[in-house]
C-alpha cells in the first residue's frame, strides 16, 4: 500500500516530461514556421527623406517607425515587408535632393517618403520623374506643386488651397474691407497668394500688397518690415508660414508692439496644425490670434494611438514632443505605401504599377478617410480656433457645403464665436476711422460739434445720412469712428488721408489728392445751385428769383454794383469819350455798367437802350 502514492508520482512526473516535450516540438515548430515565413517576405526598399533635427521631423519619423510596425503587427501574414532606408534633409533643397538621388541610385528604392517642405519636393519631383519613383509627400501642402503636373508626385496631405475659402468667409463674417498676406519668401508662402487674393476679391475685401519674410532674415530686418507696415496704418494681417519662421516673425511681432489692440490676426494651416510642438513661449507670443487648420474627427483607434504617444513620449524623455496632423498623414502615408507594395509585388497579377496601387487605396486611417483624388488627399472639414493663454479655443467650424457654422447647428450658420483679439479684448479690430471736415457754413450737408477735447463729436448732416444708410445695406456689420479733420492745417496734399480710411463731406476733388485716393460721384451737377424749400404763389410768381437772398443782401448787393460803376466812370471819364457828355448820359453810364455786371448787357441791348432813353432823351 505504501508503494501507490510513489507509483503515481511517477506516472505524474511522466506526464508533466511527456507534456514539456510536446510544447518544446510545437514551439520549435512554430519557431521554424515563423522563421520560414520571413525568409519568404520579400523586403521592398521604401526611402524616407525628412529633416531629424526639426520638431516637425523627428515627430514625423517617430510616427513613420510606429505606423510600420503596428502594420506587420495587424498583417503578419503579408508576404512583403517595407524596407525604410532614412535620410535626413538637414532642411536644405541640395541636401534632401542629393539625399533622394542616392536613395534612387544606390539603394533602388521603389518609392520615397517625404520630403517636408514643398521648395524640397520640387526639386526631388524632378529626380522621381527622372527615375520613374513616386515621390509620396505628407507635409508639402504648396499649391505650386499639383500632382497633375507628374505623376510622380503624390500628396498624401490637403493642398493648401482648401483652406482659402474658409479664410475669405472669417474676413467677410468680420466685414473687413482690407487684408495684408505675409508669407515666407519660399515656394511655400507664394504659391498661396494668387488662389488667397482671388477668394478675397470675391467677397468685396482688398489685399494693396503683400509681404515676403526671407526664411534667413534676422529678427531686425523684420522689424524693419514691421515698422514699415506699422507705418501704414494696416491692421488686419494674414500669415502664411512654416514652423521654421513663425516663431521667429511672432517674436519680432510682440517686439513691434504689433501684439495689441486693434490689429487682427489669422495664420494659416502652416502654422496652425504645429502650435503644440512650438512650445509654450512661442504660444505666448501669439495671443489672440485667429487660425484655421484640419479638423479631425474622433475615433477610438486615435485616441489608442495618442494614449501609446504620450506613454511613449514619457518613456523616452520626450514629454514636450506632441503630436500633430501632420504625424498622423506621415503615420498613414506607411500604411497606404505598404498596402500598396503587397498589391503590387504579392497578390495582384496586372498591369498597374505602384502608383497606381498607392494612388487608389483606401482605407480609414488615424486622420480619417484615406481617399487620395487627383494626386492629394481630399479635404477635411476645417475648424476655426483662438489662441487664449496657452490653450487654443474653437470658434467655429467651415465645410464648403455649409460654409461658417458654430458646432453641429444649421441655426448658427454663418457665425463664430467671439473671440479674444490681441490685447485681451472683445472688441473687434478694426475701426474704420472716417474723417468728417470741419468746417463754418453749410451745416445742412456736414455739422461736427464736440463738447469737449476728448469726446466723440455729434456729427448730423445730409452727407452723414447719406455714408449711414450705405453703412445699414452692406450685407456685413462695419465698426467705424468718426474723426474731426481740419483740411486747413494739413493743406490740399495726398497727406491729408493717411490716417484716416475714409473721408465723408464736402471735399475739393484735386489732381494731387486723386493721385491717393477715390472719389465718389458728386450728389449733383458741378455749378451753384440752391434748393429752398417754399409755397408756390402764383401772384408772387414773377419775383420768385427775389427769394434766394434777403432784402438787405439785395441791397447790399445793388449798392456794391452802384459803387463799381462809379468807380469805373472815375478811372474813364477823363480819356474815354463813351464816358462824357451831358451828366444824364454820364449817369446813365455808370447804372448800364453796374447792371451789366449783374446781367450782361452790351451797347446794344434793350438794356442800354433803356437806361439811354432814361437818362438821355428824357
Known amino acids: 500500500m505504501d508503494l501507490k502514492p510513489a507509483s503515481r508520482s511517477s506516472q505524474m512526473k511522466k506526464r508533466s516530461f511527456n507534456l514539456c516535450l510536446w510544447f518544446c516540438r510545437f514551439g520549435t515548430l512554430l519557431w521554424f514556421s515563423a522563421e520560414t515565413s520571413k525568409a519568404k517576405q520579400a523586403q521592398i526598399p521604401v526611402g ?4 531629424l533635427n526639426s520638431s516637425v521631423g523627428s515627430m514625423a519619423m517617430r510616427c513613420i517607425q510606429m505606423a510600420h510596425d503596428d502594420f506587420y503587427k495587424h498583417y503578419s501574414h503579408y508576404q512583403t515587408r517595407l524596407d525604410l532606408r532614412i535620410r535626413d534633409s538637414e532642411n536644405d533643397v541640395v541636401t534632401a535632393a542629393s539625399a533622394a538621388s542616392d536613395l534612387m541610385k544606390n539603394e533602388n528604392v521603389h518609392a520615397i517618403i517625404g520630403p517636408l517642405f514643398s521648395e524640397q519636393a520640387s526639386f526631388v519631383t524632378r529626380l522621381g520623374h527622372k527615375s520613374h519613383v513616386p515621390i509620396v509627400s505628407f507635409s508639402a501642402t504648396s499649391p505650386s506643386l499639383p500632382p497633375l503636373r507628374s505623376k510622380f508626385f503624390i500628396r498624401t496631405a490637403q493642398d493648401d488651397r482648401s483652406q482659402v475659402q474658409a479664410i475669405a468667409a472669417i474676413v467677410q463674417a468680420y466685414g473687413w474691407h482690407e487684408i495684408i498676406p505675409i508669407c515666407e519668401d519660399t515656394e511655400y508662402g507664394k504659391g498661396l497668394i494668387p488662389y488667397l487674393t482671388k477668394a478675397l476679391e470675391k467677397v468685396n475685401t482688398r489685399v494693396p500688397y503683400r509681404i515676403a519674410i526671407d526664411p534667413n532674415s534676422e529678427e531686425y530686418d523684420i522689424l524693419e518690415q514691421l515698422k514699415e507696415l506699422n507705418q501704414s496704418r494696416k491692421r488686419i494681417i494674414l500669415v502664411h508660414m512654416t514652423s521654421l519662421v513663425g516663431p521667429k516673425f511672432f517674436s519680432a511681432v510682440n517686439k513691434a508692439g504689433m501684439m495689441t489692440e486693434g490689429y487682427g490676426w489669422i495664420v494659416t494651416d502652416g502654422l496652425s496644425n504645429v502650435l503644440a510642438p512650438l512650445g509654450p513661449k512661442v504660444m505666448d507670443s501669439m495671443q489672440g490670434i485667429v487660425g484655421v487648420r484640419p479638423r479631425l474627427e474622433k475615433s477610438r483607434r486615435l485616441t489608442s494611438f495618442r494614449k501609446r504617444w504620450k506613454a511613449s513620449s514619457i518613456k523616452s524623455g520626450s514629454v514636450s514632443s506632441s503630436l500633430t496632423l501632420f504625424g498622423l498623414w506621415a503615420y498613414d502615408t506607411v500604411w497606404a505605401i505598404a498596402m500598396a507594395v503587397e498589391s503590387t509585388f504579392a497578390n495582384y497579377k496586372g498591369n498597374d504599377t505602384l502608383i497606381d496601387r498607392i494612388l487608389s487605396t483606401k482605407f480609414e486611417g488615424l486622420s480619417g478617410n484615406f481617399n487620395l483624388s487627383e494626386g492629394q488627399l481630399e479635404p477635411l472639414e476645417l475648424e476655426v480656433f483662438n489662441v487664449v493663454g496657452r490653450k487654443e479655443r474653437i470658434i467655429g467650424r467651415w465645410s464648403p457645403q455649409r460654409g461658417l457654422f458654430l458646432d453641429n447647428h444649421w441655426s448658427s450658420r454663418g457665425k463664430l464665436m467671439p473671440p479674444i483679439w490681441p490685447g485681451y479684448t472683445t472688441n473687434q ?13 453749410f451745416v445742412e450737408f456736414l455739422k461736427v460739434e464736440r463738447r ?7 456729427v448730423s448732416g445730409f452727407s452723414i445720412d447719406v455714408f449711414l444708410e450705405v453703412i445699414k445695406a452692406l450685407p456685413f456689420p462695419l465698426p467705424y469712428e468718426f474723426v474731426p479733420l481740419r483740411i486747413g492745417s494739413t493743406g490740399s496734399s495726398g497727406g491729408l488721408f493717411k490716417e484716416h480710411d475714409a473721408v465723408v463731406g464736402d471735399i475739393t476733388i484735386v489732381a494731387n489728392r486723386a493721385e491717393h485716393v477715390d472719389f465718389t460721384l458728386p450728389f449733383s451737377e458741378s455749378g451753384v445751385s440752391m434748393v429752398v424749400s417754399m409755397k408756390y404763389d402764383e401772384r408772387q410768381n414773377m419775383w420768385i428769383f427775389l427769394k434766394p437772398l434777403s432784402p438787405s443782401l439785395w441791397l447790399t448787393t445793388g449798392a456794391a454794383f452802384v459803387l463799381t460803376g462809379i468807380t469805373i466812370w472815375l478811372h474813364e471819364r477823363q480819356t474815354n469819350p463813351e464816358f462824357q457828355g451831358s ?8 447804372f448800364w455798367f453796374s447792371f451789366s455786371t449783374l446781367v450782361f448787357a452790351h451797347s446794344k441791348s434793350p438794356l442800354f437802350k433803356l437806361i439811354h432813353y432814361i437818362f438821355h432823351d428824357l
Open 429 to 441: 479690430p478694426t475701426k474704420l476711422r472716417i474723417g468728417v471736415p470741419v468746417r463754418k457754413g
Open 583 to 590: 451828366p444824364q448820359q454820364q449817369l446813365g453810364m455808370v
Open 452 to 458: 469737449s477735447s476728448n469726446s466723440t463729436p455729434d
Open 48 to 51: 524616407v527623406v525628412v529633416d
